[in-house]
């Protein structure tokens, strides 16, 4: 009797490995099996325009591990992110191309990560974060929820959410790979007031006053430098000489700004054969024609 059981028990056994072996054609749709997900038109425009040319990668899908999760963030609709991206190819970095007359330039120093977010961080004091760079590798841009076909061609609005924040990123990345000298410190000295830059300045008229160019530039002079190189670059003549003279025209906080401009000038055209001058003529002039630029068609 045992053996007959044993002998049922084997047949029964063997069936049923039959069975599943006859059914493993049948799971080709299995969720563990790799999967390639079809490329959109905004993916191949990525490709042939960052990711090849300029070795950077766009991530504009929503990403949790790549974004911070201190913050109630959400993903940047698909319609933003392809005006952005080609805004910002066209307006931020293109005239770093025309300037050096190479790509390589971007190609090995630019963020090889930009994640694009939907909203902005909200910090504890109040403040938004328009923009933060880890590692020099990576950049994020917050706010795509505003971005449209009106402010798209707007220079104040892109130059307030998305170009200075980019240009301030990537100094920062350039003074990471080649240190600004000592000479840019030792101007403020010890004024710079680290966290408590939103408290003292409430505005660039008050931050003027003692050589700072914007509120947050008197956190410290890495992000002083920044903020006069980005705001230099994506300004016109005119609108840099008003906030420079908010406090008068011959204020020594103006004095002050302006013995930074020199020194990051210098540093430019010394360690990266960059001239600033010509860099915001060619941004400026890609500015004058945002009016008629194409900003959605992916080709």
């Keep these: ?31 563990f099996l790799d999967t ?43 319609e933003s992110s392809v005006r952005l991206t080609k805004l910002m190819l066209y307006a931020a970095m293109e005239p770093y191309t025309e300037v050096t007359g190479s790509k390589q330039f971007l190609r090995d120093n630019f963020p090889k990560i930009i994640a694009y977010i939907g909203s902005v961080p909200v910090q504890p004091n109040g403040t938004i974060v328009l923009g933060t760079a880890e590692s020099g590798t990576k950049v994020n841009l917050y ?24 240009h301030h990123e990537f100094q920062h990345i350039l003074n990471q790979n080649k240190p600004y000298p000592n000479s840019f410190r030792a101007i403020s000295g010890p004024n710079y007031v680290e966290d408590e830059w939103s408290a003292k300045y409430r505005s660039s008229r008050e931050s003027v006053v003692d050589g700072f160019i914007s509120s947050y530039s008197a956190k410290s002079d890495k992000e002083d430098f920044a903020e006069v190189y980005s705001i230099y670059v994506t300004s016109t003549p005119e609108e840099f000489e008003r906030l420079i003279n ?54």
Excluded at 53 to 58: G, L, T
Excluded at 59 to 72: G, H, I, M, P, W
Excluded at 272 to 282: F, H, N
């Design 1 to 31: 009797m045992k053996k007959y059981i044993k002998a049922v028990t084997l047949f029964v056994f063997l069936g049923l490995l039959f069975l599943a072996c006859s059914k493993e054609e049948k799971l080709a749709n299995s969720v």
């Design 36 to 78: 390639t997900i079809p490329k959109n038109p905004l993916d191949i425009y990525l490709e042939n325009n960052y990711l090849q040319p300029y070795n950077i990668e766009v991530l504009y899908k929503y990403v949790d591990r790549e974004s911070n999760l201190a913050y109630r963030l959400v993903p940047a609709p698909y």
């Design 143 to 166: 706010n795509l929820l505003e971005l449209n076909e009106t402010n798209g061609a707007d220079p104040v609005f892109l130059n307030l959410y998305f170009f200075k924040t980019i």
């Design 246 to 299: 908010q406090d008068g025209l011959n204020s020594s906080g103006k004095a002050l700004i302006l013995s930074k401009l020199a020194v990051i000038r210098s540093y430019m055209s010394a360690e990266w054969g960059v001239d600033i001058d010509l860099l915001r003529t060619s941004i400026l002039a890609k500015y004058s024609t945002l009016a008629v630029f194409d900003q959605t068609t992916l080709n």
